[in-house]
């Protein structure tokens, strides 16, 4: 608009509307500058968007890269039998730093864009297009943002249950560990006491033996004085 003005003053400066030779100096100059501004705009939004389509051709490489890579570290993740807790945890938190890694290069890309989009607008009168390609940029934007917060919930969903699993490995562990030490120590106590009743029945033995055996002595003594006293009466 300030451009088309600076024309208009300058072609009405040279038909005589203003009459003056200072007034078409500063018309020209006015146009030149205005002119050149417009330049200027159009050469950084140029740049800008190139920039942001060159990025958007690696990105589709290196997208479907970081998606394979993804999925496959998701299903190493899930192998219970192959990775502990701590290795699958270690796992999707890779898994997170690259889908976040590849997602932040998508939206640098698309607020480029955006960028541009909104700074050649602001150059002049926007057509209906002009804002509905706007609005598109933005909810791309957005849906990526979208993504990004529910692949990043996922993951940390993921890495939630994983901890969660570890810990209670950790502790049945721990618990299984307890289980062996209180187990041998009962069956050591159980043996203590077997040996402790094995002894008393020794013991009870001895002395019931010593008992007999004095009792068969008295026995004979008394058998044995009998004896004699008969042969002293006859």
Not at 99 to 111: F, M, Q
Request: proline share 0%; no cysteine.
């Amino acid at each position: 608009d300030d451009a088309k003005s600076a024309s208009s003053s300058y072609v009405d400066t040279l038909t005589g509307v203003e009459g003056t030779i200072g007034k078409v100096t500063e018309a020209t100059n006015k146009l030149v500058a205005e002119t050149s501004k417009e330049v200027a705009v159009l050469i950084a939004v140029t740049k800008a968007r190139q920039k942001a389509h060159h990025i958007d051709r690696e990105l589709k490489v290196e997208r479907a890269k970081a998606n394979r890579e993804i999925n496959d570290i998701r299903l190493q993740a899930e192998d219970r039998e192959k990775f502990n807790a701590t290795e699958r945890i270690a796992l999707l938190r890779k898994a997170q730093a690259i889908e976040e890694g590849i997602t932040a290069k998508e939206i640098k890309s698309k607020k480029i864009l955006i960028d541009a989009q909104k700074l050649e607008m602001q150059q002049g009168l926007n057509s209906i297009e002009d804002k509905d390609k706007l609005a598109e940029m933005q909810a791309e934007l957005i849906d990526l943002d979208t993504k990004k917060l529910r692949s990043q919930r996922l993951l940390q969903t993921q890495i939630t249950t994983a901890i969660n699993q570890e810990k209670a490995e950790k502790e049945q562990a721990a618990a299984d560990a307890q289980k062996i030490i209180d187990d041998e120590f009962d069956a050591k106590i159980k043996a203590n006491d077997e040996w402790n009743k094995e002894q008393q029945r020794s013991r009870d033995a001895n002395i019931a033996a010593d008992k007999k055996a004095a009792e068969e002595k008295e026995k004979l003594e008394l058998d044995l004085r009998n004896f004699k006293q008969d042969m002293a009466v006859q």
